[in-house]
C-alpha cells in the first residue's frame, strides 16, 4: 500500500545539517509517510551516511528512497526528480535545515489541508531553533510592487496575530504540503529558476493562477535553522541570484499580485536576525 504522504528533502554537503533534520523526522506521529532524498552532488560524506540513516529509517517503519546526481543541478530539478518518486497522494517539501519541534506536524498539515477541498498547499509556522523560538516565517506575502515579505520574523511565536489560520500569497519551500496532482498539473518547480531562489514562489502563483488556494496553518509548527542549505553554501552568488531570479518572478507575477492588496513595501524590510551558529544549538525540545 502505498504512503498517504511524501516527504522530498534535497541534500548538497552540511551533512551535520542533514542528520539532526532526518534523525529528527522519525519522531513523527501521525499518517503512513514515506521519505524521497536527493542529493546533488555531495562530497562531504552525506551520501555514505544516506546509505546508513536508510537502514535506521526502515527499522522505524519508514521507507527511504535516495537519489543520487552527480553534481549540483539546481533545486528545482532535484525537487522535480523526488516529485517523480513520490507514491503519496500529498508531498511536503522540506530543506534540510528544519528539525522536527512536535510529533504531530504532518498530521496537523495535512487534516487542516484536507478540510479544505480547493486549498492545494499548506505551510506551518516556522520558529528559530534556540529561545524564545520566535518566529521565522509564518506565510510569505508580496507587496504591489513585488517585494518579498517573510511574515512575523521575529515576532514571537504566541503574537496573537499570527496564531490564525489564513489564506496566504505564497508560502517558502523550507517546509510545504502540497496535493501531488496539483502539482503536476503545474509542471512542477520551474527550471528557470535553478540553482536556487524564488522557485518556490514561482511555483505558489502557478498553483494560484489555476485556482488553487495556500493556507498557513500556525497549530503545525517546525524548527527551521535559517539560510544554513543556501547562504552556507559558496559556490551559490546568493545575492545575484535573488536580483535576478526576482525580476524573473516580478516579470511573470506582476499581473497577479499588483492588485491583491499585499503588504506596503516598507513592511517588507528585511529584519536583520543575528543568527547563532549551527553548532552551537544543543537538543531541541519536542512537543506532541
Request: contains cysteine; negative net charge; hydrophobic residues 35%.
Amino acid at each position: 500500500m502505498n504512503p498517504d504522504i511524501t516527504l522530498v528533502i534535497l541534500t548538497h554537503n552540511k551533512a551535520d545539517c542533514t542528520r539532526r533534520c532526518m534523525g529528527s523526522l522519525l519522531q513523527t506521529d501521525g499518517p503512513a509517510w514515506e521519505l524521497v532524498v536527493v542529493d546533488n552532488g555531495s562530497t562531504d560524506g552525506t551520501r555514505a551516511w544516506l546509505e546508513t540513516f536508510r537502514d535506521e529509517a526502515a527499522r522505524a517503519g519508514v521507507e527511504v528512497s535516495l537519489i543520487f546526481n552527480d553534481g549540483n543541478i539546481g533545486c528545482s530539478t532535484a525537487r522535480n526528480q523526488g516529485l517523480a518518486r513520490a507514491r503519496g497522494r500529498l508531498v511536503a517539501f522540506l530543506d534540510n535545515d528544519v528539525a522536527l519541534r512536535q510529533r504531530s506536524w504532518l498530521r496537523r498539515l495535512r487534516d487542516a489541508l484536507d478540510a479544505q477541498a480547493d486549498a492545494v498547499m499548506i505551510g506551518p509556522k516556522l520558529v528559530y531553533p534556540y529561545p524564545p523560538h520566535a518566529i521565522q516565517c509564518a506565510g510569505a506575502a508580496v507587496s504591489p510592487s513585488g517585494r518579498i515579505q517573510f511574515m512575523g520574523r521575529g515576532e514571537p511565536r504566541d503574537e496573537p496575530l499570527f496564531n490564525s489560520p489564513r489564506e496566504v500569497q505564497c508560502l517558502i519551500s523550507a517546509c510545504c504540503l502540497a496535493r501531488k496532482d496539483a502539482l503536476e498539473g503545474a509542471g512542477g518547480f520551474d527550471e528557470a529558476f535553478n540553482p536556487v531562489e524564488y522557485e518556490d514562489l514561482d511555483l505558489c502563483y502557478k498553483l494560484r493562477a489555476q485556482g488553487g488556494r495556500i493556507l498557513y496553518e500556525p497549530s503545525a509548527e517546525l524548527y527551521h535553522f535559517e539560510s544554513v542549505t543556501t547562504a552556507g553554501t559558496p559556490s551559490l552568488p546568493n545575492t545575484y541570484l535573488i536580483v535576478k531570479h526576482g525580476l524573473l518572478f516580478k516579470r511573470r507575477w506582476r499581473h497577479m499580485f499588483e492588485t491583491e492588496n499585499g503588504p506596503p513595501d516598507e513592511e517588507t524590510c528585511w529584519r536583520r536576525i543575528e543568527p547563532v551558529p549551527f553548532d552551537s544549538i544543543g537538543d531541541l525540545p519536542l512537543l506532541d
